[in-house]
């Protein structure tokens, strides 16, 4: 008699999941997303964190520090999301 043994592995992508489609995006507005740009271009900076605005065809809308910044999807070269885990803490600590 033989017995096999198997291991199972389940994953998820986790509180920083990254973001590759306009679906994704879409599913993710209000959400606070950290992205890199391929190239710094005319901003001259490459890396950007704010609230996602909105995600429509060419790209996505990003509000970083109240200026709202259009990133064309074929311009980034890694997105996710950027939970403040911390803030989330502090309210319930507050409500209590």
Same mark, same amino acid.
């Given at each position: 008699m033989?017995?096999? #043994?198997?291991?199972?592995?389940?994953? @998820?992508?986790g !509180?920083?999941?990254?973001? =590759?489609?306009? *679906? &994704?995006?879409?599913?993710?507005?209000?959400? +606070?997303?950290k !992205?890199?740009l391929? #190239? /710094?271009? *005319?901003?001259?900076?490459?890396?950007?964190?704010?609230?996602?605005? &909105?995600a429509?065809?060419p790209g996505?809308v990003?509000?970083?520090?109240?200026?709202?910044? !259009?990133f *064309?999807?074929?311009?980034i @070269?890694? /997105?996710?999301l950027?939970?403040?885990? =911390?803030?989330?803490?502090? +309210?319930? @600590?507050? /409500?209590?």
């Amino acid at each position: 008699m033989t017995l096999d #043994h198997y291991i199972l592995e389940v994953s @998820s992508p986790g !509180l920083y999941r990254p973001l =590759f489609t306009l *679906e &994704q995006y879409k599913k993710y507005i209000g959400e +606070k997303v950290k !992205l890199r740009l391929k #190239h /710094a271009g *005319e901003l001259n900076r490459k890396n950007f964190s704010g609230t996602l605005i &909105q995600a429509d065809n060419p790209g996505v809308v990003v509000n970083v520090d109240g200026e709202n910044y !259009l990133f *064309e999807l074929s311009d980034i @070269s890694y /997105a996710h999301l950027n939970p403040d885990v =911390f803030k989330s803490k502090s +309210k319930k @600590s507050k /409500a209590k």
